[in-house]
């Protein structure tokens, strides 16, 4: 709840044009998710057509610079705090590496800058102050609608698994594989991999909601979505998003039982031994679900279909489990990023450039013959702006982790807040599923934003404890709490 105090440091503070900005950020950070999740589901960007995609995202483009750089005046000096200098020089050295590498191409990285600058100021936007209240607001408005969405399209593409839907779409310059297809389901997506991350997201949204709603047909809504979320990663076949579950099963575990230790009279020890077994044991039965999922699923589209006699589907991938390369080619990838980024290991061949000028320089590697990008969020950012842009950022994930390190150590005595656990599972899924995905680093997608809004939450919710008191956003606080 907002206090009184608050209440009335809100209503003084703030004049109509602060209110007005106010209430379009948060409109406007709704809206650019939601049709970013909505465009990973290919029916909907082949229905709009490319010409109107474009447009959408210029508008979103256009709306989103003009809000970073009202943020950047209101906020003045307040503006240079240290982590904003460094994403500021981040940008600076994307500029420069692009100019540097301009024969390869500037549109591209020229989109993504200002994307990136949007997710830098506006997502992650701490300028802009928020109270505790404003921003669990804020994200629970956020994540409803998210999973929503969400449960839609994983509800068709379960459709698609149970009567044993396959097609093919061209799309842009590949075709893209749709319904069940290859031992996975590929569903109504544009990339599995990806699609069972953000389920892994959803379902931490779901868990959050379920515990803070007091509605019997919400609480449904949202046990039933773990269920189809949790079915949709076993089908996909994504071991990166299994292992990011697993990781999310583990933190969230650690901290409810931590949590409830502290009300017991233990030793200090057990209270901490006692959580990490319980969330162990959690890992374990995670995986043996997976396993007992997959081989029950394997029977459903057969009885769905009535002939007893058809064979179960099989759900074991040829290209992982018939191969001696366990990371299913990705570490040949990896390996030929590190070639390209040894050729100009300054200022790196430019943000989104590294296919282009592969297939310039080393038209003989495995990246270059594929057209493949680094499937490494880090990775990317190496070759892509080199070592001047990666020891920037370095030192930005430093300070960053340093500062939520302290705060957790801070509260991990009384137990870690439900709200704060969750966002730190939350960047930790996205953050390990960058290691196997480009994500994070010069990719406009639903995890990038998620990524760095939830940082933006954390980072903010961490220097209002140091201050000691909260900043609020907007006059429209105690009305966004409806």
């Known amino acids: 709840m907002i206090t009184l105090t608050e209440q009335k440091e809100v209503q003084t503070s703030r004049n109509s044009k602060e209110n007005f900005f106010a209430i379009l950020r948060q409109g406007y950070i709704l809206v650019f998710l939601s049709y970013l999740m909505l465009s990973k589901m290919l029916p909907v960007p082949i229905f709009l057509t490319d010409g109107v995609n474009s447009m959408i995202y210029n508008v979103l483009a256009g709306v989103g610079c003009l809000l970073c750089v009202y943020s950047i005046f209101r906020a ?242 040829e290209d992982v489990e018939e191969s001696s390369d366990i990371s299913n080619l990705r570490i040949e990838i990896w390996t030929d990023v590190i070639t390209i980024w040894s050729s100009k290991p300054i200022f790196g061949v430019s943000p989104r450039n590294l296919t282009v000028y592969a297939q310039d320089k080393f038209p003989n590697l495995f990246l270059s013959k594929r057209g493949y990008a680094a499937h490494n969020g880090y990775l990317a950012v190496l070759a892509g702006v080199g070592l001047a842009g990666s020891l920037v950022m370095l030192a930005f994930i430093v300070i960053s982790l340093r500062k939520i390190f302290l705060y957790m150590k801070k509260k991990f005595a009384a137990g870690i807040p439900t709200f704060d656990m969750i966002c730190l599972i939350l960047l930790t899924v996205i953050a390990v599923s960058a290691l196997t995905l480009q994500d994070i680093f010069f990719v406009n997608s639903l995890n990038t934003a998620l990524f760095w809004l939830i940082l933006g939450y954390l980072i903010q919710t961490v220097k209002r404890e140091s201050a000691g008191k909260a900043a609020p956003l907007s006059s429209c606080a105690g009305e966004l709490k409806k």
């Open 76 to 317: 003045g000096k307040r503006f240079f705090c240290l982590e904003n200098l460094l994403l500021s020089a981040f940008l600076a050295v994307c500029v420069l590496s692009s100019l540097l590498n301009i024969k390869y191409g500037i549109a591209n990285n020229a989109k993504t800058i200002v994307w990136t600058a949007i997710q830098f100021f506006l997502l992650y936007g701490i300028s802009w102050k928020l109270t505790g209240e404003e921003i669990k607001t804020e994200f629970y408005r956020l994540t409803n609608v998210l999973s929503v969405i969400w449960f839609c399209g994983i509800a068709v593409s379960l459709y698609q698994f149970l009567f044993q839907i396959e097609y093919v779409i061209p799309y842009q310059e590949y075709s893209r594989r749709q319904g069940f297809m290859d031992e996975r389901l590929f569903g109504i997506f544009t990339d599995p991999n990806f699609a069972a991350v953000t389920s892994v997201c959803v379902i931490v949204f779901s868990l959050l909601a379920f515990r803070r709603s007091h509605s019997r047909p919400v609480r449904v809504f949202h046990v039933v979505n773990c269920v189809f979320q949790f079915l949709y990663i076993v089908l996909s076949g994504s071991r990166t998003a299994e292992l990011a579950g697993l990781v999310a099963a583990f933190l969230y575990m650690f901290g409810y039982l931590h949590r409830k230790m502290q009300k017991k009279e233990l030793p200090q020890a057990k209270k901490i031994l006692l959580p990490l077994a319980g969330a162990l044991l959690c890992c374990v039965i995670v995986a043996a679900g997976v396993e007992a999922t997959k081989y029950v699923s394997s029977y459903v589209p057969r009885l769905v279909s009535g002939n007893v006699t058809h064979q179960p589907v099989d759900l074991h991938r």
